[in-house]
């Protein structure tokens, strides 16, 4: 009696790293609003964090003449190579960022960063905020690393900042620039004292932009000293030289 011999069912060709590269181009694209993202990158918040650090960086640059983005050529590979810093958009909408879409990049790029090996240097960005630190949290058990991966504004890294607790962008900016434009413009912000001394002031929504722009064309590089720490944080955590 003859026998018939069943072929194997063919398994699914699996994409090439090439096709999978060009998904995440397209995902950037589409879902964040972003451009394909350098192998040393920093995904913030929002608009106003990159502006601050962007800032700080040209300000220490003019100050020292050392500039805190440059990758060395000899792990870049290329001359002139610097850290890329970002925020998460919406479809069609690169100006809203936010805490969810960090995390949500996070899950997209997971199968990049721990199966291809796409980046050498990944951090994640956060306030140090309940938000935040929930969206830390959820990184971390993504299986992102804390202070490699994860960065929040914690108040222990950033012994100058103006708050002690609860930590946002805004409290790593002198209280000096801060109590100059509080005193020159109209702001929807409070103010807190500790013993009568001026500690933090509050600023609300619709005044942060404003903020910004003042600091942006005011502050020198004394007032934004914590920004400048987050940022040699952040060569840290991508294992750069200082």
Known sequence: MSRIAKLAP??????????????LRATLDCEFSLPELPIFSVLFEGWTDVSYIERAVELHMQASGKDLLAIPPEISGVDGARIGIFTP????????GGVSQMVRLARELQLYVFRLGVFKGL?????????????????????YARDSNILTLDPKDHPDACARKQVV?????????QKVYFESASATCSVDYVDGNLERYRWGHSSKPLLRDYVLEQADVNDLQEVVRLVRRIRRACELPD
């Open 89 to 96: 958009g919406r479809p069609g909408d690169p100006a809203r």
């Open 169 to 177: 962008v805004e409290d790593l900016l002198s209280l000096r620039i």
């Open 123 to 143: 951090v994640f960005v956060f306030d140090h905020d309940e938000a935040g630190l929930e969206a830390a949290t959820k990184l971390a058990d993504l299986g």
């Open 10 to 23: 063919r398994a699914k060709d699996l994409p090439s790293s090439e096709d999978l590269i060009a998904q």
